[in-house]
């Protein structure tokens, strides 16, 4: 069944042509006969040459196009399996946001129903932080902290779920979690 992307207008926006032409010119080059990687491929041929990230704009054309053609639906990605994000945003510093979080998680023996797999992974660069771990559920999460403005972002995106509604599950459960960061 066929679903209409929900980022086709951000698509049209970006790159001057409405999704009708893209879908037209994906149709009219057999795309619907390429794999993922061929039909991103065939769509940065055609961005603008002005545009900024045609690479990323390349890949979401056939996303898109996948789901309008019935390959895959909302939130699902290229191996089958779904995800997710929520985000929150906070009035302090990267360490101050990671401190938050790691406090807000510290003492959970159970994620959303699921125990870690592993411990969770801690990592860093100058304009990020980040949090990673593995669920019993075979989810993964991973926790991006950065820089927006004179605030901070967090993302948690949920990758591996095994259908929408563990993303929907697991989204919740996290924003719970980014509750407990803002007070």
Known sequence: MATRSSNTDAIARATGRPWSQWSKALHEASAT????????????????????????WAQSVAVAFEQEIGRRVPGQAQDG??????????????DGA????????????????QTLAEDPALSS???WRYWRASFSDGTKTQV????????????VNVTKAGDPEMVSEWKSFWRQILARTKG
């Open 125 to 127: 660069s100058e304009r």
């Open 81 to 94: 399996s779904f995800q997710g994000s929520t985000t929150a945003t906070l009035p302090t510093t990267l």
């Open 144 to 155: 991006d902290i950065g820089l927006k403005g004179e605030k901070v972002s967090i993302a």
């Open 33 to 56: 006969e390429l794999v993922h990687q061929q039909i991103a491929q065939l769509a940065a041929t055609l961005m603008p040459k002005d545009l900024k990230n045609p690479e990323w």
């Open 98 to 113: 990671l401190e938050r979080w790691l406090q807000a998680v510290s003492g959970l023996a159970e994620f959303n129903g």
